[in-house]
């Protein structure tokens, strides 16, 4: 009971902690920018994203499309984060995914695949209002399939994966106003 105590009030000071860094980290990027590194994982047309640097904040995502309607096929992707919106024209990025090699091992049915490409921030609300800049945004996407009775992969797009890993990071710089 007691290391349960301990452990949760170790938790807790480290979350205080981070909110501290998170609070400064976003007061110093609403004064004029600067760099920014952005961490997320991708699930269906949403996500959850957080910006350390010049941002230091977190929230979720929704692709849309130029008109801001959302659209799982979009070219943007609206940032809903804790202190303001951001929109993000992804087309070079989602150009780079569409056309990406997907490797594939059938002896462990198991892939990948990768691209890299820009996306330009505009449209801030809240602490983003007047946001420009781009980042250069790196997806990886990989998975393992399932073995159909006979032992071997089962190819069908209606076959769901046993693992799958997906992650979007981007690095680059903002500015405000």
């Known amino acids: 009971m007691r290391s349960r105590i301990a452990a949760s009030a170790v938790v807790l000071a480290v979350l205080g902690t981070l909110g501290g860094v998170?609070?400064?980290?976003l007061?110093?990027?609403?004064?004029?920018?600067?760099?920014?590194?952005?961490?997320?994982?991708?699930?269906?047309?949403?996500?959850a994203f957080m910006f350390t640097g010049a941002i230091g904040d977190y929230g979720q995502t929704q692709r849309?499309?130029?008109?801001?309607?959302?659209?799982?096929?979009?070219s943007y992707v609206k940032f809903t984060l804790k202190?303001?919106?951001?929109?993000?024209?992804?087309?070079?990025?989602?150009n780079a995914l569409n056309h990406a090699k997907f490797s594939f091992s059938k002896a462990s049915c198991s892939g990948s695949f990768g691209a890299?490409?820009?996306?330009?921030?505009?449209?801030?609300?809240?602490?983003?209002?007047g946001i420009s800049?781009?980042?250069?945004?790196?997806?990886?996407?990989?998975?393992?399939?399932?073995?159909l009775k006979n032992g071997k992969c089962n190819m069908s797009n209606k076959a769901k994966p046993l693992s799958q890993f997906n992650v979007v990071t981007g690095t680059g710089h903002v500015s405000f106003g």
């Open 116 to 129: 890299s490409g820009p996306a330009t921030l505009s449209d801030g609300t809240g602490s983003y209002a």
């Open 64 to 74: 849309e499309n130029a008109n801001g309607t959302p659209n799982a096929n979009g």
């Open 133 to 147: 800049g781009t980042l250069r945004v790196v997806g990886t996407f990989a998975e393992i399939g399932p073995r």
């Open 27 to 47: 007061a110093a990027g609403t004064q004029s920018g600067g760099a920014v590194k952005m961490y997320g994982v991708p699930k269906g047309a949403g996500g």
């Open 83 to 94: 202190h303001g919106t951001f929109v993000a024209n992804a087309t070079g990025f989602f």
């Open 22 to 25: 998170g609070s400064i980290a």
